[in-house]
């Protein structure tokens, strides 16, 4: 909105740049922004992504600013788009958004893109904002190198976690035994839609087909796929067309899909070091439980290190995630009720 309330109409080139880590959270934001700006015609968005279908890069000439005065896009391509080819005009945008900032920040390769991209805004005219539901230390400290002297809106920890999505845990003894949870939690509630994150692409891979087999409505999302298959497979989602979504950490962000009720985490989320992401599983759980209505998130704990991390996630947090039993699942909807 407040972009939106900044946009001049008089001015044709680009005047406002929003960074988002992924295609998917970059044509999202535009979606969004879309429907907003419904009875604004001055307002049009450029996507600086991969995808052709939606960039439109073969018809856009070289060294001409964009007509459009949003621009959203991925960090490389933006980079590509401000450097190379000439675009945008960085020193005349007014303002510059980044979303996500705590992965573009601790990603190193985002990080870098992120740098020069900034080196180019002329600071004293353009307003830099970042977002993100998640900030360590070590990014706040990277993000004031970034924007000197912020204005620093930040939510205690303690209330990160929302008091809507109800958290526990089940042990599990082998992988046949996670499955069955699988099912079961599937099985005795009303859900509309639900995720399951799993670590790997492959173990996504393989859940899908197996449930794929038992006749459930599912699909998987990973970076194994391209960008078309990825966007068709998000819209088939928020279309209803199926209800559970496969995935890994890729859509563990900022995607927005009112009627997932749902989140399974298959695997715990862990950093390369195998220590807990914390952030991870803010985000992954964020994703059910929006706008207020009740979720639900169950952790399949298969090994002591699983519990040892989901326990240090408790402490974090200071949220209980208390465990429940298979046969347990089915009396949650009554005690809600």
């Not at 900044?6 to 988002?20: E, F, G, K, S, W």
């Not at 992965?103 to 893109?113: D, R």
Request: aromatic share 8%; with cysteine; net charge neutral.
């Amino acid at each position: 909105m407040a972009i939106l309330s900044r946009i001049n109409p008089a001015v044709q080139a680009p005047q406002a740049l929003i960074l988002a880590p992924t295609f998917e959270l970059a044509i999202q934001i535009g979606s969004v922004i879309e429907k907003m700006a419904k009875f604004l015609p001055f307002i049009k968005i450029a996507y600086a992504v991969r995808d052709p279908n939606y960039s439109k890069r073969n018809e856009r000439p070289s060294r001409k600013l964009l007509p459009e005065p949003i621009v959203i896009g991925t960090p490389g391509t933006v980079e590509e788009w401000c450097f190379k080819l000439k675009f945008i005009d960085l020193s005349k945008l007014r303002m510059c958004c980044v979303d996500e900032a705590d992965v573009m920040i601790a990603t190193q390769g985002f990080q870098e893109n992120c740098q020069r991209i900034v080196k180019g805004l002329n600071l004293s005219q353009c307003q830099m904002m970042l977002f993100s539901a998640t900030y360590s230390d070590e990014v706040m400290n990277f993000a004031r190198t970034i924007v000197p002297d912020p204005i620093v809106l930040r939510l205690k920890r303690e209330k990160q976690a929302l008091p809507n999505i109800k958290q526990y845990f089940i042990q599990c003894y082998n992988d046949e035994h996670k499955y069955s949870a699988v099912e079961q939690i599937y099985a005795s509630l009303t859900v509309g839609q639900a995720m399951i994150f799993c670590r790997t692409k492959a173990t996504a891979r393989s859940l899908a087909i197996r449930m794929a087999n038992q006749q459930h409505s599912v699909r998987e999302l990973t970076s194994a796929l391209d960008i078309e298959q990825r966007a068709s497979i998000i819209q088939q989602f928020r279309n209803g067309i199926f209800r559970v979504l496969i995935s890994t950490n890729v859509t563990s962000r900022g995607l927005d899909i009112d009627d997932v009720s749902l989140v399974v985490n298959y695997d715990m989320p862990v950093t390369t070091t195998f220590e807990p992401d914390y952030e991870t599983y803010l985000h992954r759980i964020g994703r059910c439980g929006r706008f207020g209505k009740q979720g639900y998130t169950f952790n399949l704990i298969g090994s002591e290190k699983d519990f040892n991390i989901m326990k240090q996630i408790e402490v974090y947090f200071t949220h209980p995630i208390d465990e429940i039993t298979v046969d347990g699942i089915t009396q949650l909807e009554h005690e809600d009720d």
